[in-house]
């Protein structure tokens, strides 16, 4: 059983910070893509930021600049410092891992941690 748990959300006012780590535990051989989704009230789930296992990174257009992702392989931890937040950075923000396991190779995503920004 693989399990990928968040934390690190919260409420920060504008032009505040926050990082978020996303750990994977359970049966792992190894880890490839991981990647931060974030889904606003009413909207779709979009993709954030994705880190490779060779360490190449892509963002979302918008947040270009001002986060950053970063990975731990020896923890099996991803990690997503954001700064410089702003108001529609607002959302729940989801942790996507692909994991290899005894089930072969699976894509698991965490519960979700909120990021409110707000004065």
């Known amino acids: 059983q693989v399990q990928l748990v968040e934390s690190g959300g919260g409420l920060v006012q504008p032009g505040g910070s926050l990082r978020l780590s996303c750990a994977a535990s359970g049966s792992i051989f190894s880890i490839t893509a991981m990647r931060w989704y974030r889904q606003a009230p009413g909207k779709q789930r979009d993709l954030v930021a994705v880190i490779t296992a060779s360490g190449r990174i892509n963002y979302k257009d918008s947040v270009k600049g001002r986060f950053t992702i970063s990975r731990d392989n020896a923890k099996n931890t991803v990690y997503l410092q954001m700064n410089s937040l702003k108001p529609e950075d607002t959302a729940v923000y989801y942790c996507?891992?692909?994991?290899?396991?005894?089930?072969?190779?699976?894509?698991?995503w965490g519960q979700g941690t909120q990021v409110t920004v707000s004065s």
């Open positions: 996507n891992a692909d994991i290899v396991g005894s089930s072969g190779l699976t894509d698991y």
